[in-house]
C-alpha cells in the first residue's frame, strides 16, 4: 500500500468523487483525499531536503495538487447548488406533511407538486401525493401517481432492499381499483402485493393464505391448491388450508378427496361451522351418513343460526331422508335468506315430491332467472312437468 504512488491516489479519489451523489460522501472524499496527500507530501518533502540534488522533483508534485485544488472548486459550488436544492424540495415535502396531517389537503397537494419540481423521479413524493388525493377521492389521479411511484422506485439501485415500498403501493392500487370497482385490477395489484411480500418473508402464513385466496377468485385452483400445500407445508394442523383444500376438490368433483380434507378439518378444529356444513352437504348429496349430517348441520346453525346456505344443507338432508315436509319448511326459510338458484332448485324438487307441481315449477323458474349460466337439467325438469 505504501508504494501506491500519488497518481494513483488522485485517480482513484477522482472517481469516488464523481461517482457519489451525495454532498456527505463528497466531504469524506476530500477529507481522506487531503489526509493522504499531506502524508504523501510530507514524506516526499522529506526526501527532497535529504537529497537536494534532486530538488527538481519537487515540480512533479505541483499539478497534482493544482488538480486536486481545481477539482474541489469547480464542484463546490455544485455542492453548495444542489444542497439549496434538496433543502428547498425538503421544506416544501415537509410543509406538505404539516398541512395534510392539519387535513389542508389542498395545501398539502399544491406543496408535494412544488416537491416534485425539484425531484419528479423522487417516488416517496409520488406516494405521498397519491395517499393525499385518495383522501380527496381523486381516484384516477391517485392511480396516475401511484404508478410514478412504481416507476421511478423500479429505476433505484436499492430496491431488493425495501421492497416493502412496493408492496406499500401496490396494494393502495388494488385499494383504488377496488373503489371504481375494477375488481380484475384490483385482484391482480394484491397478487404483485402479496408476492413482494412473501419475497420479503416467505414463510409467512398469512401472507401465504392471502394470495392463495386471490387464486380461488380468479379461478386458479391448481395455483391456490399448492399454494395451500405449501402452506399445510409449514404447519400440517392448519384447519383452515385443509378446509379451502376441499373445497377446491368440491369444485373439481372429487369428492372423495374433499371429504378427507374436510375431516381433517375438523379433526384440528371440531367447531368449524363452514367445515361442518360442507362436509353435511357432501353427505347428503351422496345420501350417505345422513344422520351424522344432520348433526353436523345442527351443530353449525348453533354458531349461524341465519346462514342460508347452512339451512339449505339442512333441508336437503331432510329431502334425502324422505322428509319432505320438514324439507320444505326449512328450504323456504333459506330461500327468504338467499336467494341462490340452488337453493330454489331444492325447493322445486321438494314441493315436487309433495305433489305441488305449480310450486315446483315457480321455483324451478327462479332457479333459471337468479342463475348467470344456462341449465339445461333444470329446463328439463319444466319441460317435463308441463
Known sequence: MRRIGLSLYCKFYKSCFFASEELSSKIQIFYFLGKRLFY???????NLILNRD???????????????????????SNLEAREKTLARILSHYIKAGIAERLNQLDSAVREYKTALRGDYSSPYIHLRLAIVLLKQNELTRAIEELRLAIKYY?????????????????TLLALVYSLQGDLDKATAEYETALQGALAIDPQNIRIH????????RKGELSNAERTYRFILDLSHNDAESHFFLGTIYEEQNKRKEAIEEFKKALKYKPEYPDALNSLGYIYAEESINLEEAEQMLRKALQYDP??????????WIYFKQGEYDKAVQELERASRLLPDPVIYEHLGDAYFKQGDVDRARENWQKSLEVDSQKNIRIEKKLEESE
Open 154 to 170: 423500479d429505476g433505484l439501485s436499492d430496491v431488493s432492499a425495501q421492497k416493502s415500498f412496493l408492496v406499500e403501493t401496490h
Open 54 to 76: 534532486k530538488i527538481g522533483g519537487i515540480y512533479k508534485l505541483i499539478p497534482i495538487l493544482f488538480f486536486v485544488f481545481l477539482v474541489f472548486i469547480l464542484n463546490i
Open 40 to 46: 504523501i507530501s510530507k514524506r516526499y518533502i522529506s
Open 209 to 216: 393464505k392471502s394470495l392463495a385466496q386471490v387464486y380461488l
Open 306 to 315: 341465519n346462514n342460508g346456505a347452512y339451512i339449505d344443507s339442512l333441508g
